[in-house]
DNA sequence: ACTGAGGCCTCTCGCAGCGAGAGGGTCAAG
DNA sequence: CTTGACCCTCTCGCTGCGAGAGGCCTCAGT
């Protein structure tokens, strides 16, 4: 009749059994009854309460603010949404930038051309570049100029030919590197050592935020004043680029959704 | 020199000291020597290891699999950042889906004077809307709020998807319904409860997902089986088809100008 | 030698939203 | 009466730490 056992709401609503029981622990959902066995049983009303838990379940808010909404009508509704729209949005750049970091950094390194310009642009918050830009050059000196303006160029008016340039910045970079190395060339070499330093400045353009930002400035420091450091430093930078550049041609070979 | 505590390292990475303490429980990164005072220190290598992490930590993997990554060389870590990526691919289409969703919802509740709101209502005073939301709400409790909701939801999207489709099925049900009141008969006829399943089928197919779609076609089902579910539902969505056949019937006229 | 201010330590609980058992009653049908 | 399908109440596990509680270590000043 109008009597539904767990596992028959659970087939109802697409929920698990262990979800209702959840919701009737935290209260967001309690049966209509339960009985002397301990059974839960729920009813018309519950099923129609429940119908809504999903609706807003739906937009994505914690089931404890579900419960709010649910249980006080007073409750501001609209602040209570709005509240969550921000923390969705926020997310939502987040996952945005996440993949903007990789894609940008594929599209400098690997990049075939075309299919990554798309990935360039989007997401592109102009303020934090300012902001990161001046952090570079305040990190690296003038000396990563190129790089500012070719990412620049890249995102105000990409043109193939600019892109052309900054892509041969990075072969010749990766290209200098694994010749010298492969030539046996010493890491203390001044040679490596100039090709390290871009090598710092491209990671440190394509991934460095707060707080790694503070990670990377610091740890950049002691590059700078420790030779010890510096000396495992490269030794270890060295297969970072190996393994970045491998990593960068997959993502090139991945479609860009 | 090359030794670091943890309060140090905290400060140079921007991490937490309990962060640290944790990535040494979980072995993603351990201190080069532990004293005989328990103290951690960390050197030079841990460092560049703490570098590493945050990189891919600004990836946004896991911790478990950032230590998959630096632990085995030989492990596919170009196959899993790509899997990763395709992850965060899917996290912000999600994410943004969220956001539209709501936005929808939130400028319906918030009739924030758009186009669409003054079309719908137009001819229609805006308080007086208000008031008679607040008058179906008092009367049939604040169950009715999510079939509020819904429609007005419901009639932003059908508003910009196949309008006339929608117009002719509601302007159907509508002046049915209309006909059906006006001359008296009860809502235990026949026929105004197939009207109501009609109605029901529409705000189920408005905003259904799964596995909300499980839920909205179950429940249909026990609407239509159940008299006693029945008669509970149409208590509550009696407020429904009253508001949406108002506020159909003002957006009717004013798409007929 | 003593004292106070910071570090540092190891627990342990808590958060969201359940999944996945373990170990054991209950109900309907044959 | 038995079998199988359901139901129950624990409790741990997952993520990535935050926030204490309770206590030891170390260094600088008196």
Redesign the interface.
């Known amino acids: ?2 009597i539904y056992t767990v596992g028959e709401v659970a ?5 698990s059994i262990r979800a209702l029981r959840h919701y009737d622990e935290i209260g967001l959902l309690k049966p209509m009854t339960v009985g002397e066995n301990g059974y839960r049983y729920y009813g ?2 519950e ?6 838990i ?2 807003h379940r ?3 808010l914690p089931l404890d603010e579900i419960r709010q909404v ?1 249980d006080a ?1 007073d409750f501001d ?2 602040a209570a ?2 509240t ?2 921000v923390r ?2 926020a ?2 750049r987040r ?2 930038e ?2 903007k ?2 894609d940008t950094t594929l599209a400098a390194l690997e990049g075939d051309g075309k299919m990554n310009e798309k990935a360039m642009y989007k997401g592109f918050d102009p303020k934090k570049q300012a902001e990161y830009e001046a952090w570079v050059i305040e990190r690296y000196g003038p000396g990563v100029q190129w790089s500012i303006d070719a990412v620049k160029t890249a995102q105000k008016d990409w043109k193939q030919a600019d892109f052309d340039r900054f892509q041969a910045e990075f072969a010749d970079i990766e290209s200098n590197m694994a010749t010298s190395l492969g030539d046996g060339a010493p890491v203390e070499s001044e040679h490596v050592q100039a090709l390290m330093r871009r090598l710092h400045a491209w ?1 440190a353009r394509s ?1 460095a ?4 930002r ?3 400035a ?2 950049a420091d ?1 590059y700078d004043q ?1 030779p ?2 510096r000396a ?2 490269e030794a ?1 930078a060295e297969g ?1 680029t190996e ?1 970045l550049g ?2 960068m041609k ?2 090139a070979e ?1 479609e860009l ?1």
């Open positions: 009749m109008g087939r109802l609503s697409g929920l018309a009303d099923l129609l309460r429940l119908q809504q999903l609706f739906e937009l994505g649910l009508p509704r609209v949404l709005k969550h729209r969705l949005a997310e939502a996952y945005r996440l993949v970091t990789l990671v991934w935020r707060p707080p790694n503070v990670a990377f610091n740890l002691l420790n010890d450091f495992r430093y270890k970072l393994y491998a990593a997959h993502f991945a959704e």
